[in-house]
């Protein structure tokens, strides 16, 4: 495994700190700071991870490759092809979609990830599908947008050290971390489906190819609440 290994470990370390935050209100702040520089920090060194910006390239959302496959071979042409109608089966067939997910469920499991986080992801899963049918993200477009969330999730963490003596700033900042979480939860998935952990539960490389562009989404997701929250915050 590459960078999903670190960002499943931090995703765990900030859910237990906001779950830590909420039972010890006496050093909830310290919580939530600690919860917030984890944030940071680790899109920090995704920013700067190459195994990142290659897995994110390599798993580019199946129907932009396909325009992309003039001097191929037939048989390459056919296999991608083949993907692309598989990507867009699981996607548009609930049952399909539901069989889909249980196996993310299993990988997300194995991997590590906390169950409460699990269930979260699965649900946006489920509450992203139109995005995900509505267009596909270039490799380039997931990579800046994942820099856009490290901006915004260190300005977070930056406010909260300078203000961390203003009760009144600490409104609402469980949920934009929260938000941080939940783009490093479509981090994972890119990482997790692009390892080996998904091929042995059965996940196809059409259902990677899936995993990639709800991971995508979520990204997307994050990045876009983060700035709405820190707007409003100020």
Not at 43 to 54: A, C, E, H, R, V
Not at 58 to 76: C, M, N, P, Q, T
Not at 115 to 127: A, G, N, T
């Amino acid at each position: 495994m590459g960078f999903e290994t670190y960002v499943v470990e931090t995703i765990n370390q900030m859910n237990l700190l906001l779950v830590r935050s909420d039972t010890h209100s006496k050093q909830r702040q310290d919580y939530l700071l600690e919860a917030a520089v984890l944030g940071c920090r680790t899109l920090k060194q995704l920013s700067g991870d190459p195994g990142f910006s290659s897995t994110v390239e390599e798993f580019a959302d199946v129907r932009i490759i396909k325009g992309f496959l003039e001097g191929a071979s037939d048989e390459y042409k056919r296999r991608e092809s083949e993907k692309v109608d598989q990507f867009r089966t699981i996607m548009e067939n609930s049952d399909y979609f539901a069989t889909f997910l249980d196996l993310e469920r299993e990988v997300m499991v194995k991997a590590g990830l906390s169950v409460d986080i699990v269930d979260s992801l699965i649900k946006s899963s489920r509450e992203s599908i139109e995005d995900v049918q509505r267009r596909a993200r270039p490799a380039s477009e997931v990579i800046e947008t994942v820099r856009l969330l490290r901006d915004r999730a260190c300005i977070l963490s930056d406010d909260l050290i300078n203000e961390a003596k203003d009760e009144d700033r600490w409104e609402g900042v469980k949920e934009r971390i929260k938000k941080v979480i939940l783009g490093l939860g479509g981090v994972a998935l890119i990482g997790l489906n692009a390892s080996t952990l998904a091929a042995s539960v059965g996940i196809t490389a059409a259902g990677s190819a899936v995993s990639a562009a709800l991971g995508a989404v979520f990204i997307h997701n994050a990045a876009t609440d983060a700035a709405k929250t820190l707007g409003a915050a100020m």
